[in-house]
Every structure is written in structure tokens, then in C-alpha cells.
């Protein structure tokens, strides 16, 4: 969809340059680019392309997981620079495809890799867990000596990191190579991605979002231009690109992880009653585990008074259910807006195949006081994570004569968004407080060790529609999306019979819903756990994997 703005010089330059920074080899020519219209399905531009080799696209294929890369690493069966080689070159056609980079520096992750290669030859010893790993990098987290940004072109000349971010600089002294940064929506507070740095689309259907906040991520990683990739999230900015795109994340506990260098992952001193937290996005469910094993290993709390000193645990779950089962409970919608048919056949599927293993206890959870966390999430959740929202997005867009975009526009006149007192967000920070002491004390009565549910409303929605978010944020439980192997299919997810809209998010979903337009969308599901119970909802995560994918 083309929006029609006119971006500032500023951003139009640093655009430009960015697209300059894609080796000339790696450029593909205008007609090719046409071959895949609105609507397409552009994985199969990888090897069509011809800039690939086989084992490239074998090494790069979004199959073959982050675990397998470092293992053929380890056994010398491939090198660290033709494991960065062949991911440059997928995320250079990635990126033109689907605009999903901001940062392009091939040529310094190269000499890393270089580097690392001479020091496993020379010593016999890789230098960590994550030796010669590519890992992408959401733009506004910090990497020495580049700039992020938080999708203003007013940033550009603010945010220039002169170290790493303390996460970064964990994985990179666990061995990984740095190579690029992807893209960001305005503001960083929508859940599809479009900013002057363009608007990045989804890889299984152009016309899709891919998601957002961390929607970059998102596309580079479905598309196989990345093993794993770091994103952020305050309400479903890692879990929105991973559904919308068909791979898997986790939002941890807020606290256990450590920020990213700027403000807009760190909690503000004073204003942090809903703390942002980083967390992955990946190709499988054993990405995730070596992620927040390698991260927590690293012990960063004993750099960070913030965090909490819990280390990545492996330790079997005693569950709750009968015999030792998993007690899953199973949340069909959240009470204020009935999810568009394919999630619900999704998650129809997903209890069927469950419920022929013998492994879980499962019994349906009543979203009680989970709408009321919803309602808080996509409104008051604004006046908590910023006084004075509206004010500072449009000085930061007047910085340099930047035009909102459509979606930042909605954000800032949610109900809630208003210069607000010191007093007032003491009162709002106490109703999430009692709303969030009912909401733990409900979960509790019900004696479930994990809730099933679907991620949104809706698989990946039309560009510039997606307006709603996750509840999770609110309660700080950890939430993990994983893809179950369905796409829609307009045969089996028709339109609904007219009803009565729940509310005016509801109506806006079932106004939008179109089956043939969603065509091909991934259909993905929400593991949900208690407050730092992150390990319990990844245990049985890998437990529910037993049954897929499923088909169609």
C-alpha cells in the first residue's frame, strides 16, 4: 500500500543511503523485483534470483535453525564467513523485497567473521556459545557505533551508541557477528511497521503487514535472511511480527532480560508500571531456550540492580494436572473481540490434536478481567508509558518537518492520550496495580500451568488495519508464539453470519475480515505462564510441538 507521504530531505537521504550500502552483486534488477506484485508469496525469490548458491540456500533455508548453524560451525562442516556470506546475501534480497532493514554493514560482520574463523583455526577453541552466529538487530537497540532510531528521521542525529547495549554485548562476547539493524514503525508504539524507512511487508503475502513493532525482525527472519533476531516489546511487539509472520518468540518476565542502551526499552525512573523487556524471534522453539540460556548465563544482573537474579532453568515442571499432565487452560477469545475464523479453526485444531496425546488436562479459561487488561493495553497503557505522548511524537515529527503516519495518528488519540499530571498517573498505575492483583488471583482459582489462546484477532492483517494488542503486557506474564502449520484458506475460514460486534474493535475486525485477501497467512498461536514462570511456558511449549504442524 502506498501511503503518500513526503518524507524531509533528512529522510530521504539516509534512505538513499542505505540502499547504496547493498553490494552492488546483490542488487536485483527493477524487472525481477516486478515479478512479485502485490499479494505475493516471495520465498521462492531466494533461489530464482540466482545470487545463491545451493548450500547458501541450504544454510540460510528457514528450516535449518540457529542450533544447527552453530553445530556445523563447531564440526567445521561450514565457516563463519560462509555462514555470514550466505545470510548477507538472503537479507539483501529480503530487503528489497519487503523493506526490512535499516542498517546494512556486511562488510564489518565479515571481518568479524574472518576473525572468528582465525581464532577457531588457531587455538582449536570457538569463543562462545553463539561463535559466528548471525544475529539481527531491531534499529533502535544500541551497537556500537551505529545509530538507531526510534522510527523518527529526527532521531537520526541523536542516537549514535558508542558501545554496545548490554544485551548485544553479551551475545557478542558469546561469539555472534553483527551484520545488520531492521525496521521500525513511527514511534515504535503500533503493531504493523512503516516509518520513513518504509513499510515492510510480509513474506508468505505482500499485501500483509509483517507485523510491529519489531516487524523487521519479523520478515527477515521468515524470510531466511536471519537465524534470530532481537526485538522489543511493551504490548505484543515481539509476538505481533512472529505470528503475523509464522515463527516463533518469547516476551519474557519483564526484568530478567537487560535493555538495550535506549529509553525506549529501559523503564523510565518513576513511570514504570508496564516495563518494555527484549526477547527473540526465531526459527524454532530451541532457538528461544539457547538464547535465554546464553543471555542468563552471562548473569546480568550483577551488572543491572534491575533485574532479577534468575538464571535460565532446565529443571523438569511439576505440573498440576491429573497424573502429572500439563493442566492447559484454553481462552477462545478474550471477551471483547471474536477472533476471525481461521485463528478459531487454528486453535480448534490445536485442543483436538492435544486432546488425542494423553499428555494435558484441558479445560477452558473464562477471559475474566483479561478484557479489562485488553481495554488498558490498547488506552490507558499510553498514559503509563508516556505523560505526554501526543506532545512529544508530533514535536519529534515537527523536528524535521516529518508527517505523522496514519497508525501514529491512531495512537495518539486513543482515550487516555492527554498531557497528563503526576497525579494522574499515580492513579492509573494503582487501577493497573487492583486490575492486576484480580487478574493473578483468578489464574490462580483456575489451577492451570499454562493458557492457549490466539495471538491477536486475526492472522496478519491489511496494511494499515491492525488496531489492536495483547494483555500481557499488562499482567507481565511471559507469552511465547509459535506457528502451527495452518494457513487461511478461504474455502475453510468464510465469512462469518452477521452478528451484533462485541465492540467497536470487534466491528472493525469482522469489517475488515477477507479470506481471499488474507490468502496464505500464517496461522499462529499464544502459550501464556505466570510471572517468571518463562521456562514452564517454553517446557510446555516443546510438549505441544509433539503434534505439529498440522495440515490443513
Known amino acids: 500500500m502506498s501511503l503518500n ?22 542488487r536485483l534488477p527493477s524487472e525481477f523485483i516486478a515479478r512479485y506484485p502485490p499479494g505475493s508469496n516471495v520465498f521462492g525469490a531466494a533461489a530464482e534470483c540466482r545470487l545463491m548458491s545451493d548450500k547458501e540456500l541450504q544454510l540460510t533455508d528457514p528450516s535449518n535453525d540457529a542450533t544447527s548453524i552453530l ?6 562442516e561450514v565457516t563463519a564467513v560462509e555462514v555470514l556470506t550466505a545470510f548477507c546475501k538472503r537479507a539483501a534480497v529480503a530487503h528489497q523485497l519487503l523493506c526490512c532493514l535499516t542498517g546494512i554493514f556486511f562488510d564489518e560482520g565479515l571481518a568479524r567473521a574472518r576473525e572468528l574463523d582465525e581464532y577457531y583455526e588457531t587455538t582449536g577453541q570457538l569463543i ?8 539481527s538487530v531491531k534499529d533502535h537497540m544500541g551497537i556500537k557505533r551505529k545509530q538507531a532510531t526510534c522510527g523518527f ?38 503493531i504493523e511497521t512503516y516509518s520513513f524507512w518504509g513499510q515492510t511487508l510480509n513474506p508468505h503475502n505482500t499485501q500483509l503487514t509483517s507485523g510491529g513493532s519489531s516487524g523487521g525482525c519479523g520478515a527477515l527472519v521468515s ?9 522489543s516489546d511493551i504490548g505484543g511487539s515481539v509476538r505481533s511480527p512472529a505470528s503475523c509472520c509464522g515463527i516463533y518468540s518469547l516476551k519474557p518476565t519483564t526484568r530478567r532480560l537487560p535493555g538495550n542502551g535506549l529509553l525506549a526499552c529501559s523503564p523510565t525512573s518513576g513511570n514504570d508500571a508496564i516495563v518494555p523487556t527484549c526477547g527473540p524471534l526465531a526459527r524454532s522453539s530451541r532457538d528461544i531456550n539457547l538464547f535465554f540460556d546464553v543471555v542468563l548465563s552471562a548473569q546480568p544482573w550483577s551488572q543491572s540492580l534491575d533485574l ?16 502429572g499432565k500439563i493442566r492447559l487452560g484454553v481462552m477462545w ?35 475474566v478481567y483479561h478484557k479489562d487488561l485488553t481495554l488498558m493495553a490498547v488506552s490507558t497503557k499510553r498514559t503509563l508509558t508516556n505523560l505526554k505522548l501526543g506532545a512529544s511524537l508530533r514535536a519529534q515529527a515537527a523536528a524535521t518537518g516529518e508527517s505523522l503516519c496514519p497508525l501514529t495518528e491512531w495512537v495518539i488519540t486513543l482515550p487516555g492520550v492527554k498531557d497528563h499530571t503526576i497525579h494522574e498517573l499515580w492513579e492509573a498505575s494503582q487501577y493497573l496495580y487492583s486490575l492486576r492483583a484480580k487478574y493473578y488471583a483468578y489464574w490462580n482459582s483456575q489451577n492451570i500451568d499454562v493458557l492457549l489462546c490466539p495471538v491477536n484477532y486475526g492472522p496478519a492483517q491489511p496494511l494499515q488495519t491492525t488496531k489492536y494488542t495483547s494483555a500481557f503486557n ?21 465469512k462469518d453470519e452477521p452478528r451484533d460486534p462485541w465492540s467497536e474493535a470487534d466491528a472493525h475486525s469482522m469489517r475488515i475480515y477477507d479470506p481471499e485477501l488474507l490468502n496464505n497467512a500464517p496461522l499462529c498461536l499464544q502459550l501464556a505462564g505466570k510471572r517468571n514462570a518463562d521456562e514452564a511456558v517454553m517446557q510446555a511449549l516443546k510438549e505441544i510441538e509433539q503434534v505439529l504442524p498440522l495440515q490443513n
Open 5 to 26: 507521504i513526503s518524507w524531509p530531505p533528512v529522510a530521504q537521504d539516509v534512505v538513499a543511503q542505505r540502499e547504496a550500502s547493498i553490494p552492488e552483486t546483490l
Open 71 to 76: 553445530s556445523a560451525i563447531k564440526a567445521k
Open 128 to 135: 562462545g556459545p553463539l561463535h559466528g552466529l548471525p544475529i
Open 153 to 190: 528521521s529526527a532521531d537520526l542525529d541523536r542516537f549514535v551508541s558508542t558501545e554496545n547495549s548490554a544485551l548485544n554485548q553479551i551475545l557478542w562476547n558469546a561469539g555472534c557477528v553483527f551484520y545488520c539493524k531492521t525496521n521500525v514503525p513511527q514511534s515504535l508504539m503500533q
Open 223 to 231: 524470510f531466511g535472511g536471519s537465524p534470530l533476531s532481537i526485538g
Open 308 to 323: 532479577l537474579p534468575l538464571p535460565w532453568r532446565s529443571d523438569p515442571i511439576a505440573w498440576s494436572g491429573s497424573g
Open 333 to 367: 477469545n478474550d471477551g471483547n473481540v471474536l477472533p476471525q475464523p481461521p485463528v478459531r479453526r487454528a486453535l480448534r485444531r490445536m485442543v483436538d490434536a492435544l486432546k488425542q496425546t494423553n499428555k494435558f488436562d484441558i479445560v477452558d479459561y473464562e477471559p
Open 474 to 494: 499488562c499482567a507481565d506474564f511471559p507469552a511465547a508464539v509459535f506457528p502451527t502449520g495452518l494457513k487461511v484458506d478461504a474455502t475453510l475460514d468464510p
